[in-house]
């Protein structure tokens, strides 16, 4: 049996086809939610519900974040299939390692642009089609919003917004009843920004070696946060930002930044 029953709500997950995020679906899925789920990519979310569908009711829908037409077609779309959206995810994000005087303009303002512009666009087009009161958002973070990261300017820079706008939200959310919170995750394995961090053997290691609970996190334990966050367990939690990654923020994290600028 899930640990929560989503049964009858209406899940929508932006960037919802590939790592944490299809792990978020998945686990919503798994727990009788209707999924719907968007990304860029035309395989990608056609692949997605193939397994979201081999667990329950889902729907894809191909756009880009940083587009705000597209992004409030597909929650129309979503809004129209399914009514009300319960529980809204943002976790579009990009990124590429680069020394700030190494990165040009466009570079910077890529990974700002689908990071925190692309969560803005998410809330401010789903806002219509959220349940009033009762629904939940969650913005999917990244330990750049709250640890400094060499070669990763434009993260830190992007997230750290997001967080605050999650923050802002929800104040000005309140009085519609809907929650909005962050969740930050770690060193997760199997991800495209652990390959990232760490594109070595040694370097997996390492960054493994510096989580206090001696381990990688899983896409599951990720998404068991998340749907704490959206079920009513959680109902008086709002404009809060969790990390959930083993510990890793309290402090190993920052020697392993160091260790890793060069």
Same mark, same amino acid.
């Given at each position: 049996?899930?640990?929560?029953?989503?049964?009858?709500?209406? *899940?929508?997950?932006? #960037?919802?086809?590939s790592g944490i995020n299809l792990g978020i679906?998945?686990?919503?899925?798994? &727990?009788? $939610?209707? *999924?719907?789920?968007? &990304?860029?990519?035309?395989? +990608?979310?056609?692949?997605a519900v193939r397994r979201l569908k081999s667990? !329950?009711?889902?729907?894809?829908?191909?756009?880009? *974040? +940083?587009?705000?037409?597209?992004?409030?077609?597909? %929650?129309?779309?979503?809004?129209?299939?399914?009514?009300?959206?319960?529980?809204?995810?943002?976790?579009?994000?990009?990124?590429?390692?680069?020394?700030?005087?190494?990165? &040009?303009?466009? !570079?910077?303002? /890529?990974?700002? =642009?689908? =990071?925190?512009?692309?969560?803005?666009?998410?809330?401010?087009?789903?806002?219509?089609?959220?349940?009033?009161?009762? /629904?939940?958002?969650?913005?999917? &973070?990244?330990?750049?919003?709250?640890?400094?990261?060499?070669?990763?300017?434009?993260?830190?820079? $992007?997230?750290?917004?997001?967080?605050?706008?999650?923050?802002?939200?929800?104040?000005?959310?309140?009085?519609?009843?809907?929650?909005?919170?962050? *969740?930050?995750?770690?060193?997760?394995?199997?991800?495209?920004?652990?390959? +990232? %961090?760490?594109?070595? /053997?040694?370097?997996?290691?390492?960054?493994?070696?510096?989580?206090?609970?001696? +381990?990688? #996190?899983?896409?599951? =334990?990720?998404?068991?946060?998340?749907?704490? %966050?959206?079920?009513?367990?959680?109902?008086?939690?709002? !404009?809060?930002?969790?990390?959930?990654? !083993?510990?890793?923020?309290?402090?190993?994290?920052? #020697?392993?930044?160091?260790?890793?600028? =060069?």
């Amino acid at each position: 049996m899930a640990p929560f029953d989503f049964a009858n709500r209406t *899940v929508f997950v932006a #960037g919802g086809t590939s790592g944490i995020n299809l792990g978020i679906a998945e686990a919503f899925a798994e &727990s009788g $939610a209707r *999924v719907a789920v968007m &990304s860029r990519s035309q395989p +990608r979310v056609e692949d997605a519900v193939r397994r979201l569908k081999s667990v !329950g009711e889902a729907k894809g829908f191909v756009g880009d *974040v +940083r587009n705000i037409d597209a992004t409030t077609a597909a %929650l129309q779309s979503a809004h129209d299939a399914w009514g009300d959206i319960d529980v809204l995810v943002s976790g579009a994000a990009g990124n590429f390692p680069a020394p700030a005087l190494g990165m &040009s303009a466009n !570079g910077f303002k /890529a990974v700002v =642009d689908i =990071d925190l512009l692309g969560t803005f666009n998410v809330l401010r087009a789903g806002h219509a089609f959220l349940r009033k009161p009762g /629904a939940a958002v969650v913005n999917i &973070s990244a330990p750049q919003a709250v640890l400094a990261f060499a070669k990763q300017a434009h993260v830190c820079a $992007a997230k750290a917004g997001m967080d605050m706008l999650g923050r802002v939200l929800a104040i000005e959310w309140g009085g519609d009843g809907i929650r909005v919170n962050s *969740v930050i995750p770690g060193p997760i394995e199997n991800t495209e920004g652990m390959a +990232r %961090l760490a594109p070595t /053997a040694e370097g997996m290691a390492a960054v493994q070696s510096s989580v206090p609970l001696g +381990r990688l #996190g899983t896409t599951r =334990d990720v998404a068991n946060l998340v749907l704490f %966050l959206a079920s009513p367990w959680a109902a008086y939690i709002t !404009g809060a930002v969790i990390p959930v990654d !083993g510990g890793w923020s309290a402090g190993g994290a920052t #020697g392993l930044a160091a260790a890793l600028r =060069d």
